[in-house]
């Protein structure tokens, strides 16, 4: 029922910016904490970005001060603005509603998107 889908990947160099959307279906898009993976080949699947329904964000240490969660409750969209892009930022990039309440635990109920592709060449 719930369907999620990415925009907005692409190819960049080094340095350059891109802003990730979200477009949630769900009428109780509020109710969700949002928040962005990447997974790049050959590589274990990471939570980059999070963004609870009490506006408390947390991000992986290596896009911390270059990237940014936010959400449009009135366009039912998440965002993730992504600055000072390096290669090894290169993944593709997951969004991920999480219902309630956002969890650590492996086997909670989350739903995903499709993934866009970001690469960043040097």
């Known amino acids: 029922q719930v369907q999620l889908v990415e925009s907005g990947g692409g190819s960049v160099q080094s340095g350059g910016s891109l802003r990730l959307s979200c477009i949630v279906s769900?009428?109780?898009?509020?109710?969700?904490?949002m928040a962005w993976f990447r997974q790049a080949p050959g590589k274990e699947r990471e939570r980059v970005a999070t963004?609870?329904?009490?506006?408390?964000?947390s991000y992986t240490d290596s896009v911390k001060a270059r990237f940014t969660i936010s959400r449009d409750n009135a366009k039912n969209t998440a965002f993730l603005q992504m600055n000072s892009l390096k290669p090894e930022d290169t993944a593709m990039y997951y969004c991920?509603?999480?219902?309630?309440?956002?969890?650590?635990?492996?086997?909670?109920?989350?739903?995903w998107g499709q993934g866009t592709q970001v690469t960043v060449s040097s």
């Open positions: 991920v509603a999480e219902p309630w309440t956002c969890t650590m635990e492996p086997n909670a109920l989350r739903y």
């Open positions: 963004l609870a329904t009490d506006g408390v964000t």
């Open positions: 769900s009428p109780t898009f509020s109710t969700y904490c």
